[in-house]
T-cell receptor, first 112, second 113 residues
Framework: KAGVTQTPRYLIKTRGQQVTLSCSPI?????VSWYQQTPGQGLQFLFE???????NKGNFPGRFSGRQFSNSRSEMNVSTLELGDSALYLC???????????FGSGTRLTVV | AQSVTQLDSHVSVSEGTPVLLRCNYS??????LFWYVQHPNKGLQLLLK??????LVKGINGFEAEFKKSETSFHLTKPSAHMSDAAEYFC???????????FGAGTILRVKS
């Protein structure tokens, strides 16, 4: 069974640019969530989608957005990149809380 | 709001000795609790989960955790540490709807040979 796949693995962007990250969940999982990991703030929740609907959103500015497609694949977009957006972005998928959440390997974003 | 506190930022043990990583939680409802491990430059791997069934939860690689409601604790243990256990460990609580995970700050486990 394939795991959660995130692409790309590494990205280098310039301040002011925008970026799109992709996540393919485990087959059959309809919930996809995104987290930002930084040394200073740790792991913080960005948003969660289920059946193409955003059910929950973390405390991030509107520059951070996401969406989910009918095949459960998800993308997140960050516009007008800032240096502080440099982080490891992790995607997780779930078939239900009782089953836990499976994480991908992440996308390492560096903003210069 | 739910939260978790990991009581040690770093733990150092010798190979073959027991491991104890401490976690206290705060929740207004019966929580779902998890332990995840992250090896350097890797994603997060689920070690074990508690979802209101048995209070003693067994996970992968010989890890266990015990849910103690009276102490609001969910400590992670392993009888004998292995070098490959060196990593960062996160205690995590889920929100009531199961749509959001709240992470502790992490405990870095060092295993000495």
């Amino acid at each position: 069974k394939a795991g959660v796949t995130q692409t790309p693995r590494y990205l280098i962007k310039t301040r002011g640019q925008q970026v799109t990250l992709s996540c393919s969940p485990i087959s059959g999982h309809r919930s996809v969530s995104w987290y930002q990991q930084t040394p200073g703030q740790g792991l913080q929740f960005l948003f969660e989608y289920f059946s193409e609907t955003q059910r929950n959103k973390g405390n991030f500015p509107g520059r951070f957005s996401g969406r989910q497609f009918s095949n459960s694949r998800s993308e997140m977009n960050v516009s007008t990149l800032e240096l502080g957006d440099s982080a490891l972005y992790l995607c997780a998928s779930s078939g239900g809380t009782a089953n836990g959440y499976t994480f991908g390997s992440g996308t390492r974003l560096t903003v210069v | 709001a739910q939260s978790v506190t990991q009581l040690d930022s770093h733990v150092s043990v010798s190979e073959g000795t027991p491991v104890l990583l401490r976690c206290n939680y705060s929740s207004s409802y019966s929580p779902s609790l998890f332990w995840y491990v992250q090896h350097p430059n890797k994603g997060l791997q689920l070690l074990l989960k508690y979802t209101s069934a048995a209070t003693l939860v067994k996970g992968i690689n010989g890890f266990e955790a015990e849910f103690k409601k009276s102490e609001t604790s969910f400590h992670l243990t392993k009888p004998s540490a292995h070098m490959s256990d060196a990593a960062e460990y996160f205690c995590v609580v889920s929100d009531r709807g199961g749509t959001k995970l709240v992470f502790g700050a992490g405990t870095i486990l060092r295993v000495k040979s």
